[in-house]
């Protein structure tokens, strides 16, 4: 069955780094387009950013637009989300997604269990 398995999520400072690793299994990962998520206490899961199934094109929401890079590595079956000059807006759960570049939830198929992530100020 397919597994989406996040690591990678702590407790960092306003302006630091974390990476998170999403692990996959049960498909075939090197034809799939990848997403990440995020979900903060009392709101909605909003997109965060994509991947196509080569890496060759990638999708930002505007609030991490220069500051997260997702990437993938097709050997591994792993995507990776690097998070730089982290703010504590940017705290929350942060999901692994398979199936689409889109911005909507409901056209990725299979998601992670979540790994969180905390920003202090």
């Known amino acids: 069955q397919v597994q989406l398995v996040e690591s990678g999520g702590g407790l960092v400072q306003a302006g630091g780094s974390l990476r998170l690793s999403c692990a996959a299994s049960?498909?075939?990962?090197?034809?799939?387009?990848m997403g990440w998520f995020r979900q903060a206490p009392g709101k909605e899961r909003e997109f965060v950013t994509a991947?196509?199934?080569?890496?060759?094109?990638?999708y930002y929401a505007d609030s991490v637009k220069g500051r997260f890079t997702i990437s993938r590595d097709n050997a591994k079956n792993t995507v990776y989300l690097q998070m730089n000059s982290l703010k504590p807006e940017d705290t929350a759960v942060y999901y692994c997604a398979r199936g689409a570049t889109t911005r909507n939830v409901d056209d990725y198929n299979n998601w992670g269990q979540g790994t969180q992530v905390t920003v202090s100020s």
């Open positions: 991947i196509n199934w080569s890496g060759g094109n990638t």
């Open positions: 049960g498909f075939t990962f090197r034809l799939s387009a």
